[in-house]
């Protein structure tokens, strides 16, 4: 891809969010549009490390995710979760992008339940940013902070903010990392669906909204879709599980630059 496109495509993510150019999420938060603040399973040590503790087996998860068909703009991320004694660790690597724009992921973080309903995390990131010879590269560390609470049998609530100490990416224009509060509510209705809700702030940027459901016709079959605003995206997917494997494919569509797919596996390391 010439250099023109992936200036291109590199100022459509800023305009987005600089913390939404790593699609490190998992095809499940990808199929609900991005409202995963809630979710309790492996993809929580990148989306709300204040879930991980609430793990009941070691796992491990993998996912490719390709940004509106273009090949040059893949992530390929593998997480790792690691829960005892109410306490779990988590750690995480992704990359993207190609010889001209590169960036690179890698973050640790630490999770535990604060109560018999309610657990908490902090995480720490490392971002490595390569724009070629030309403009160099750039090594920024910020942070996370989760939270999760059970508020009753159906409604769980989940708080994330991210980048709290406002790390700079440089000095020009005093550009950083987007700083982000996620507040999110999952409400479920039966055993087969459950709704979503989040709310997401950047300090710059309006707030965006997302709201998706889960469905489960069958035992081993799950159906998620999802939409947002800021900007306006749609989501869908599937997942299935084998043992102790679980498979999920998701896209979401961008009304101007077309659909996202991702590819997720997740595996339970023991019973």
Known sequence: ????????????????????????QGAISNSLAGANITLSDVWSVNNNIGNLSQLQNSQIGI???????????????IVFALPFDDKALGINYSNFGNV???????????????????????????????LGDFYGSKSIISGDIGISAQLN???????LIQNPTLSK????????????????????VSEQLNTIVTIEKDIIYPVSLRAAIVYRPAEKLTINAGVGTQPTTFGFGLGTQFNRVS?????????ILGFSPELSLTTALHK
């Open 247 to 255: 498979l999920n494919i998701g896209s979401q569509y961008h009304q």
């Open 100 to 130: 001209n724009y590169q960036i690179h992921k890698a973050g640790i973080g630490y999770s535990m339940k604060l109560g018999k309903n309610i657990s908490g995390g902090i995480k720490m990131n490392y971002l490595s940013i390569n």
């Open 1 to 24: 891809m010439n250099k023109c496109l992936s200036l291109f495509v590199y100022v459509i993510f800023f305009q987005i969010g600089f913390s939404q150019v790593i699609f490190d």
């Open 169 to 188: 990416i440089a000095n020009f224009e005093d550009e950083r990392i987007p700083s982000l509060i996620h507040l999110g509510f999952n409400y479920e």
């Open 63 to 77: 996912s490719l995710n390709n940004r509106f068909l273009i090949p040059d703009f893949t992530t390929s991320t």
């Open 153 to 159: 049998t159906a409604l769980k609530m989940g708080v």
